[in-house]
Every structure is written in C-alpha cells, then in structure tokens.
Nanobody, 123 residues
Framework: QVQLVESGGRLVQAGDSLRLSCAASGFTSSSSTMGWFRQAPGKERVFVAAISRVESITAYSDSAKGRFTISRDNAKNTVYLQMNSLKPEDTAVYAC????????????????WGQGTQVTVSS
C-alpha cells in the first residue's frame, strides 16, 4: 500500500523556521519527482516546490524561492521542505505528492498524495 505521510507542521511565529518531512512507503520515492503543495483556508491548493528524481533538480514557486528548500534522502525514502523566514501568509495545510513527470507544477501531474500537515504562522 502506497503512503505518503507528512509531519513537522505546527504553530510558529513570523520569522521562524520549520522543516516538514514526507515519508514514503509502498513505493520508492527516488523513482519519482516529489512535490510540495499547500492549501490555505478558502483557497485552492497551489504548488510550492518540487525535486526531480534525477540529479535532484529543484523548482520553486515565486513565494517559496529564496526562503524554502526542498531536499530528499533516498536512503530514508523521505523528502523534506525546509522553510525559513516564515510569514503569516504561509499558513496552510502542506501536502507532499509524487509524480512521474519532470518537475510538474500542476496537481493533476501527481498521482500519490499525502494527507497534509498544518502549518500556522502567527504575526
């Protein structure tokens, strides 16, 4: 059974850092592009970052660029999202997903999804 389980979300203050983890089981995440998306209350889910299966090439949304870093540990079948300088507008449920495409930014390119982890940034 394929599972993606996110963890690490919590309440933090503006300016703080947080690292999210996404542990994969039932498939080898290193064979897929892995992405992070987020959904704020009342808004659509949007792309945050992705890391390719080959050479770990990365892609970021404009809001994440320069503050967030996506990485992967293939030995642990885990993908991470390091988030620095957090802002209240980063408050959202963050979910990881797996794709067979190269660094896609659209939801429909991802075939496995986790349930998400809540990140709340207070001002």
């Amino acid at each position: 059974q394929v599972q993606l389980v996110e963890s690490g979300g919590r309440l933090v203050q503006a300016g703080d850092s947080l690292r999210l983890s996404c542990a994969a089981s039932g498939f080898t995440s290193s064979s897929s592009t892995m992405g992070w998306f987020r959904q704020a209350p009342g808004k659509e889910r949007v792309f945050v970052a992705a890391i390719s299966r080959v050479e770990s090439i990365t892609a970021y949304s404009d809001s994440a660029k320069g503050r967030f870093t996506i990485s992967r540990d293939n030995a642990k079948n885990t993908v991470y999202l390091q988030m620095n300088s957090l802002k209240p507008e980063d408050t959202a449920v963050y979910a990881c997903a797996a794709s067979g495409a190269t660094l896609p930014r659209t939801e429909n390119s991802y075939f496995y999804w986790g349930q998400g982890t809540q990140v709340t940034v207070s001002s």
